[in-house]
C-alpha cells in the first residue's frame, strides 16, 4: 500500500471517540486515549509521525498586586501567565518507502502558570488535534475540551487580555484567586480557557463595574 492507501485504512480504525475523562467541570477526550486509539493501527502498517517545531512563541503576562490575609495584612504578590504558540509540521513517513512523506503545517499551544510545562502542553495540544483532525475523529459535543478550546477555529484568549483582566479585578478589590470563580460561574471556564470573544465580554463587565463604582 502507499502512504495514501495506509492512512485511509488509519482512518478506518477509528471513526469516533467518546468523551470519557473528566475535568472539575466537564467530560473530554485526553491525549492517551486519542493516541491509544491509532497506535495500534499506526504500527502494524509502519507508519511514523516525525513533529518539528517551525516557530516558538512565547507571550508573558505578570500582574502584580497586594493580597490581604487573614490577619488584614496586605503582602504584595505577583502573578505570571506564560501562553507557548508553536508553529509545526507534522510529517507521516512510509516505512515501506521512506521517500514517500506527507507534510502537514499544524499549530498547538499552552498556557502554563509555573512557565516550565509551556511547551509540553502545546505539543500534546497538538498532536492530540492534529489526529482529531486529521483522520476526521468525531467526539460527542456535550462540552468543550478540558483545557483549550479547538484549532484554527477559535482565537483563544490572548496574554495582553489576561493581564487586562487580572487588573481590572484587582482594582476592583477583589482577591485575586476570586477570578477563576467568577469566570467559571458566567462562562463555566476558568480565565485561561475563555476565548478571546468571551475575555472581551468579561473585560466589558470588569469595566461597568469600575465606572459603577467610581460614580457610586
Same mark, same amino acid.
Request: proline residues 3%; neutral net charge; glycine residues 6%.
Given at each position: 500500500?502507499?502512504?495514501?492507501?495506509?492512512?485511509?485504512? @488509519?482512518?478506518? *480504525?477509528?471513526?469516533? #471517540?467518546?468523551?470519557?475523562? %473528566?475535568?472539575?467541570?466537564? +467530560?473530554?477526550?485526553?491525549?492517551?486515549?486519542?493516541?491509544?486509539?491509532?497506535?495500534?493501527?499506526?504500527?502494524?502498517?509502519?507508519?511514523?509521525?516525525?513533529?518539528?517545531? $517551525?516557530?516558538?512563541?512565547? !507571550?508573558?503576562?505578570?500582574?502584580?498586586?497586594?493580597?490581604?490575609? =487573614?490577619?488584614?495584612?496586605?503582602?504584595?504578590?505577583?502573578?505570571?501567565?506564560?501562553?507557548? *504558540?508553536?508553529?509545526?509540521?507534522?510529517?507521516? #513517513?512510509?516505512?515501506? *518507502?521512506?521517500?514517500?512523506?506527507?507534510?502537514?503545517?499544524?499549530?498547538? =499551544?499552552? @498556557?502554563?502558570?509555573?512557565?516550565?510545562?509551556?511547551?509540553?502542553?502545546?505539543?500534546?495540544?497538538?498532536?492530540?488535534?492534529?489526529?482529531?483532525?486529521?483522520?476526521?475523529?468525531?467526539?460527542? +459535543?456535550?462540552?468543550?475540551?478540558?483545557? %483549550?478550546?479547538? !484549532?484554527?477555529? @477559535?482565537?483563544?484568549?490572548?496574554? +495582553? %487580555? @489576561?493581564? *487586562?483582566?487580572?487588573?481590572?479585578? !484587582?482594582?476592583?478589590?477583589?482577591?485575586?484567586?476570586?477570578?477563576?470563580? =467568577?469566570?467559571?460561574?458566567?462562562?463555566?471556564? %476558568?480565565?485561561?480557557?475563555?476565548?478571546?470573544?468571551?475575555?472581551?465580554?468579561?473585560? $466589558?463587565?470588569? =469595566?461597568?463595574?469600575?465606572?459603577?463604582?467610581?460614580?457610586?
Amino acid at each position: 500500500m502507499n502512504i495514501y492507501q495506509k492512512l485511509i485504512e @488509519v482512518r478506518k *480504525e477509528v471513526p469516533y #471517540i467518546q468523551k470519557a475523562d %473528566q475535568g472539575s467541570q466537564y +467530560k473530554y477526550t485526553g491525549s492517551s486515549r486519542v493516541l491509544a486509539s491509532l497506535k495500534k493501527k499506526m504500527d502494524e502498517l509502519g507508519l511514523l509521525l516525525v513533529p518539528a517545531i $517551525t516557530k516558538p512563541t512565547l !507571550h508573558e503576562s505578570t500582574v502584580e498586586y497586594e493580597e490581604t490575609d =487573614q490577619k488584614g495584612n496586605k503582602k504584595p504578590k505577583r502573578t505570571t501567565t506564560y501562553f507557548t *504558540e508553536l508553529e509545526m509540521t507534522m510529517t507521516w #513517513i512510509n516505512s515501506d *518507502e521512506p521517500k514517500e512523506q506527507i507534510s502537514v503545517p499544524w499549530y498547538g =499551544q499552552g @498556557v502554563d502558570i509555573a512557565g516550565e510545562k509551556g511547551v509540553g502542553k502545546a505539543l500534546t495540544y497538538a498532536e492530540k488535534y492534529f489526529m482529531l483532525k486529521f483522520f476526521n475523529i468525531a467526539t460527542d +459535543k456535550d462540552d468543550p475540551d478540558s483545557f %483549550q478550546q479547538t !484549532h484554527g477555529l @477559535v482565537n483563544m484568549i490572548t496574554s +495582553k %487580555q @489576561v493581564g *487586562e483582566a487580572k487588573m481590572m479585578w !484587582h482594582e476592583l478589590g477583589f482577591s485575586a484567586d476570586a477570578i477563576n470563580q =467568577q469566570t467559571l460561574k458566567l462562562y463555566k471556564k %476558568q480565565l485561561t480557557q475563555l476565548t478571546e470573544d468571551l475575555a472581551d465580554d468579561f473585560i $466589558t463587565k470588569l =469595566q461597568a463595574m469600575k465606572a459603577e463604582k467610581e460614580t457610586a
